[in-house]
């Protein structure tokens, strides 16, 4: 593997004092760790049951929620508020994250939750998830916050201050397409174009539009994934509850996310750094007129005439 990283485009963050390497693979920049997951991933070559359900996102963009609403959604049968298992775990132990642990996901095909997230970009997805029947939820959210929430998650994983890490290389780095999983934007437009070409199976949810709306948008999500919610559930305040439940006050507040960890790709990840703010425009603490004006640029370029707004 490190053979094969050697050959492989690199850039090693100004910010990062040395501590943050990308690898671009396949179009893509992704860190080393992860690069080792999604080739491993692709010579095991996933085999995607029918009933599968992908959570699929760029990283910074909600996947933690999605992945919270979603389990909530399936499980409800046998859990609830009471006793949910997102009250001793991180969604992201819980579930499957493909490129993550490929070798669990594999000996997970059987699991009882059909529940498969990964970060791939669409291209990168195995064969079997694309020809395949099974939904994709694709969660995606304003560039701008997704930009501070990045700088913020790598900074925090390489351990470094505000003060030692400058946002404004990040910044810079990022609309480069320089990010975990990025260009950001081909991922989302990777999807959407996936999502034209096969319509009825991708889901598109905008982080902002579930926190506008969670009611409509998590009936939208249990209905899409196959759990549609009765009227007795509904009247009965079972949405409600799974939304209270998924919220980020509630998560954020529970002792295994603010004091626990998990093990992804040999390395120790503390829970607590899947839960900062949740704040839409938190980006306008970091942003100068001029990178507000850059980006905004970059965005038109990019995704105009999609259909998409990332604003
Ligand atoms: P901020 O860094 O802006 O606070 P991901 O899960 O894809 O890694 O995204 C993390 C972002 O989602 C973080 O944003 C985090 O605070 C926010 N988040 C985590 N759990 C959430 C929840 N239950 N509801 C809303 N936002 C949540």
Known sequence: MEEIVKTLPQHT???????????????????????????????????AQPNDVFLCSSPKTGTTWLKA???????????????SPLLRTTPHDFLRHLEVDPKQSEENQNSSFPLVATHLPYALLPKSVVTSTCKIVYIYRNI???????????????????????????????????SNFGPYWDHIL??????????????????????????????????????????????????????????FKNLSNLEV???????????????????????????????TDEMKEKIDKLIYQKMSGTGLILT
């Not at 609403?69 to 006793?83: C, M, P, Q």
């Not at 199976?201 to 994934?225: C, G, N, Q, W």
């Not at 040999?266 to 899947?274: A, L, P, S, W």
Request: with cysteine; glycine share 6%; proline share 2%.
């Open 257 to 287: 996310n603010k004091t626990g960890s998990f093990l992804a790709l040999n390395t120790v990840v503390e829970n607590r750094t899947f839960f900062r703010k949740a704040t839409d425009g938190d980006w306008e603490n970091y942003f």
């Open 144 to 178: 701008k916050d997704v930009v501070a929430s990045h700088y913020h998650f790598e900074r925090e994983k390489i351990k470094l201050s505000v003060e030692d890490a400058p946002f404004e290389e990040a910044f810079h780095e990022f609309c480069q397409g320089i």
């Open 13 to 47: 963050s100004s910010w990062s004092k040395g501590r943050l390497t990308y690898c671009m693979y396949e179009g893509f920049w992704m860190t080393k760790r992860f690069h080792e997951g999604v080739t491993n991933l692709a010579q095991q070559s996933y085999k």
């Open 190 to 247: 990777g999807y959407w174009k996936a999502s034209l070409e096969r319509p009825g199976t991708i889901l598109f949810l905008k982080y902002e539009d579930l926190k506008r709306d969670p009611m409509s948008h998590v009936k939208t999500l249990a209905e899409f994934i196959g759990y549609p919610f009765s009227r007795e559930e509904e009247n009965a305040g079972v949405v409600e509850n799974i939304i209270n439940l998924c919220s």
């Open 69 to 83: 609403l979603a389990l909530a959604i399936v499980t409800r049968n046998k859990f609830d508020e009471s006793n």
